[in-house]
């Protein structure tokens, strides 16, 4: 049984994103001017992975979650996988990725209205699990039980994909958005919690001094 905490948590975050625009600029909290760069490191990060060979990931499919418009969608994961699912909590960002993602978007899959804690993938589905700028919305306990059921969604040889910002020390919270920022080493001990390794972890460069630091990690 959730607690009243846990449950305003997560209805303040859902209200939060009910009144931002569904535009670039709106995902990314003003800082549009980043998503080339943002995209750009992504697949350098992405490509170290995908292709034919021993102990390469697929391209058959992969999973946007915290989807939003789509923004990651069009410009990172349709360009590299043939199918591609997303799952947002708030169902205008969904509606407004229909048009956004523009012919492409006829091979999306799945438009999936979900958190992440009641998400529950399809076994087996996915070569890669993409997860940017949202685990900040789910407690310890849910990021963890999510990742579990992320293993079991995935491809042989498929990959979780976390991208986020990242404290300096412990868990800073955000009353705005009602998410939480966590420490590298909290994130790794969650990672660890739910049974995933490691495979390979960066640092984002170039993005503005004032923001977090953002990292990347893939787990398997």
């Known amino acids: 049984m959730a607690d009243a905490g846990e449950t305003s948590f997560y209805s303040n975050a ?6 931002v625009p569904p535009t670039v600029d709106g995902m990314l909290g003003g800082y549009g001017s980043i998503s080339s760069i943002d995209i750009n490191g992504s697949k350098g990060f992405l490509r170290k992975f995908l292709g ?18 789509g923004r990651i969608t069009k410009r990172l994961l349709l360009p590299l996988f043939r199918t591609v699912d997303l799952v947002d909590v708030t169902q205008e960002f969904l509606d407004k990725a229909k048009t956004y993602l523009g012919e492409e978007g006829q ?54 994909v976390i991208k986020d ?32 390794q490691i495979l390979h972890e960066e640092q984002q460069t170039d993005f503005p001094k004032e923001i977090y630091q953002v990292h990347t990690l893939a787990l398997r």
Do not use: M
């Not at 859902?14 to 009144?19: I, K, Q, T």
């Not at 034919?52 to 418009?69: F, Q, W, Y």
């Not at 910002?165 to 705005?176: H, M, R, S, T, Y």
């Open 52 to 69: 034919e060979g021993e102990g390469k990931t697929g391209t058959a499919c992969a999973l946007d979650c915290g989807a939003g418009i």
């Open 165 to 196: 910002n990242v404290a300096l020390e412990g868990v800073v919270p955000d009353e705005v958005d009602s998410s939480v920022c966590r420490d590298l080493s909290i994130v790794h001990a969650l990672v660890g919690r739910a049974g995933l």
């Open 14 to 19: 859902v209200d939060y994103w009910r009144d």
């Open 107 to 160: 091979r999306v899959g799945r438009y999936l209205c979900s958190g992440l804690q009641d998400l529950v993938p399809e076994s087996g589905r996915y070569d890669v699990i993409w997860i940017q700028w949202v685990i900040g919305h789910l407690t310890d306990d849910h990021l963890v039980d999510f990742l579990r059921r992320c293993q079991t969604a995935l491809r042989p040889n498929g990959l979780v």
